[in-house]
């Protein structure tokens, strides 16, 4: 019988010596193998031989002929059932299953439909079935970075283990236009939600997403992607640079640590700090519903000085707290609704309104960090639709928070200033390699066509 590799994601083919009748080399490679680096605590054993776990994808020449599996599990289908689906006799498929059920790996009665399953047989045709197959191995992919995998031993029974995947980085670069949004001009560009989630926050600074972006602006982020053995994307990672060349700012940062205090930030190429003393946006994303100044109030319709900045969100989206401070007031407030005010050193204050409750723990009294959760958006008080009302407050005056000009954050210096350089150093090479070109390429090609149509 051939051997199988148990590995986080899949199965694949060793040696010969594993599976063959010589139980005494079998329960000495399983052992030796037992402290592979990938082993979890939660091994299900039917037996007192110890498990197999191995962790490497490498295909050797099988000894005899195998078939691969891979089905998605039906609704109102069991395990069984996708099992019989590849020829797996019933007999095979509950003494392999029961080894995950009886091991506590998976509760038969809660798998969902759309699990997905690798079975790996081998042929084994008899007089009565000549399509008959025997099952030595499977794989249960039950969590995105980990897999449930099931291998038969030499003597017929089968082990069961959890394996977490085995992720490595992969850096990337996307570049690219904005047409109708940023957000769909990343995503379009390659990015995932993550990246732009992160992208918007860098930039929350110094950007207006909704008046100072516009069709033709263009970006850059070079950015993370956790990947498993087998190169197959797992989840998004941090992002290393990002860059706006709009009309109304061009601005590039670097992700970094210094080396002093080890606080991530990101830093222009100059090595000044992307924060501000306080945040202009509050709130990620969010589409500025209305500007500082005049207008007409919605609720009592008469024109009055609408002191703040209205963020049009959907109901529950986080808001920040846009520096540190202590709470002042989290409470009920008039045509505010639920409200919350934080004093912050230099004579500033912020507040925030409408929303649709506070954040963990947000009461009067409460030190709070740049970037912590302050409340959710909601539609409380005087409001016609969900949104954040945003106040900046000096010295007891209201000003205008979209064009307040605040201290800026870290600039670094010495030998942190060196360790800067040397990042920016290894992000610049990744943005100049031949690959990332193709894909600003890729991602401009679109928008280029358009220019092209227009003339």
């Known amino acids: 019988m051939g051997a199988i590799a148990l590995v986080a994601g899949g199965v694949g083919l060793l040696g010969k010596n594993l599976f063959t009748s010589d139980t005494d080399a079998t329960a000495n490679n399983l052992a030796a193998l037992t402290s592979a680096k990938y082993a979890t605590p939660r091994d299900a054993d039917v037996s007192t031989q110890a498990p197999v776990i191995l962790t490497s994808f490498q295909e050797l020449e099988p000894v005899r002929k195998t078939r691969e599996y891979t089905e998605t599990l039906r609704s109102g289908e069991t395990l069984t059932e996708l099992l019989d689906r590849v020829g797996v006799s019933r007999a095979q ?64 029974e089968f082990v069961a283990h959890e394996l977490h995947t085995h992720l490595e980085p992969v850096r990337k670069r996307i570049a690219g236009t904005v047409e109708t949004s940023l957000y769909q001009a990343a995503l379009d560009s390659g990015a995932h939600d993550p990246q732009v989630y992160d992208f918007a926050q860098i930039f929350a600074y110094d950007v207006d997403f909704q008046r100072e972006m516009r069709a033709g602006d263009q970006f850059e982020i070079v950015f993370e992607e956790l990947v498993d053995e087998r190169g197959n994307y797992v989840r998004s990672g941090e992002v290393l640079y990002a860059a706006l060349n709009a009309s109304s700012t061009q601005k590039e940062y670097y992700r970094f640590a210094a080396p002093d205090d080890q606080v991530l930030d ?24 209305s500007n500082f100044g005049f207008r007409k109030h919605p609720i009592s319709g008469y024109s009055k000085l609408h002191k703040g900045t209205d963020f049009a969100a959907p109901t529950g989206t986080p808001i920040y707290a846009a520096g540190n401070g202590v709470v002042e007031r989290a409470s009920w407030y008039g045509g505010y609704g639920n409200y919350a005010r934080i004093k912050h050193a230099n004579g500033f204050q912020t507040a925030y309104a409408h929303m649709s409750k506070y954040g963990p723990g947000v009461k009067a009294g409460k030190r709070i960090k740049q970037g912590d959760i302050i409340g959710y958006v909601g539609s409380t008080g005087a409001s016609t639709g969900p949104h954040l009302h945003y106040e900046v407050i000096k010295d007891g005056k209201h000003t205008n928070a979209m064009s307040l000009k605040l201290p800026t954050g870290r600039k670094l210096e010495g030998e942190a200033l060196d360790a800067f350089n040397m990042v920016k150093s290894e992000i610049d090479q990744i943005r100049g390699e031949d690959e990332t070109s193709t894909l600003f390429a890729m991602a401009t090609e679109s928008s280029t066509r358009k220019d092209a149509l227009d003339k």
Request: proline residues 6%; negative net charge; glycine residues 8%.
């Open 266 to 289: 990101y830093y222009d190429e100059n090595g000044q700090s992307a924060r501000r003393f306080l945040m202009k946006t509050p709130i990620n994303g969010a589409r500025l519903s």
């Open 93 to 156: 498929a509950n003494s392999a299953l029961y080894t995950l059920y009886d091991g506590g790996f998976i509760d038969p009665r809660k798998v969902q439909p759309g699990l997905e399953l690798t079975a790996y047989v081998e042929t084994a045709p008899t007089d009565e079935n000549p399509n008959a197959v025997e099952l030595f191995g499977m794989s249960v992919k039950h969590e995105k970075e980990a897999s449930l995998v099931v291998a038969k031993r030499a003597d017929g």
